[in-house]
């Protein structure tokens, strides 16, 4: 039976906290217990094993992404919706550095809630990218653009690979400037 008060979702918030503070890479099922004051075996009652813990987290942090990137752009449009999105994405990662890594599985760990997950993020960059007015198959290219563009930065800075005194910032926000003119470049030449 589950203790009272610890439900799946506090599980999965204490394995956030963990993740963010200590990394990835030492979560474990024991540290887990230990931050909820439960015996490890009591775990068992929310999340089958630590393949299913990761996956929980795969779709808890993807989802979470994606509310923030939703909320970033509510009422924006055009060039200001893929910067506010941009900046929030960047901005979750350095928020959550483990639970963004948490959403980065392995291609032999995806299964349909995870893949359905991500559909969101994909579903929510086309609906911004309309007002482009690409042809389908190029707005699927330019959010894999943006994808690779936001996911590269904001990981290169996570390892600490900008050691130059340029601000980050102003950094980030002239590659968006590169992109979006890029995008309506594109954006021309269907009209």
């Known amino acids: 039976m589950a203790r009272k008060g610890i439900d799946r979702q506090t599980v999965l918030e204490a394995a956030v906290k963990i993740i963010?503070?200590?990394g990835f890479e030492n979560l474990s099922m024991a540290a887990l217990a230990k931050?909820?004051?439960i015996k490890t075996p009591s775990l068992?009652?929310?999340?089958k094993g630590m393949s299913?813990?990761?996956?929980q987290l795969a779709v808890y942090g993807i989802n979470r992404l994606k509310e923030t990137m939703a909320e970033a752009s509510i009422g924006l449009s055009g060039k200001n919706a893929i910067f506010s999105l941009g900046t929030a994405y960047v901005s979750f990662v350095r928020e959550h550095p483990g639970l963004y890594?948490?959403?980065l599985p392995s291609a032999s760990v995806l299964d349909e809630e995870i893949l359905h997950a991500g559909e969101g993020i994909v579903n929510l960059l086309l609906r911004v990218l309309q007002d482009f007015h690409l042809e389908h198959e190029d707005a699927i290219h330019a959010v894999r653009g943006?994808?690779?563009l936001v996911h590269g930065f904001a990981s290169l800075e996570l390892k600490n690979g900008f050691n130059m005194e340029l601000d980050v910032d102003?950094?980030?926000?002239?590659?968006?400037e590169t992109y979006v003119n890029g995008i309506e470049r594109g954006s021309k030449k269907n009209k």
């Open 20 to 22: 963010d503070t200590e």
């Open 35 to 37: 931050t909820l004051g």
């Open 44 to 47: 068992y009652n929310h999340v």
């Open 52 to 55: 299913d813990l990761r996956k």
């Open 101 to 103: 890594e948490a959403t």
């Open 146 to 148: 943006l994808r690779s």
């Open 170 to 176: 102003v950094s980030f926000k002239h590659l968006l």
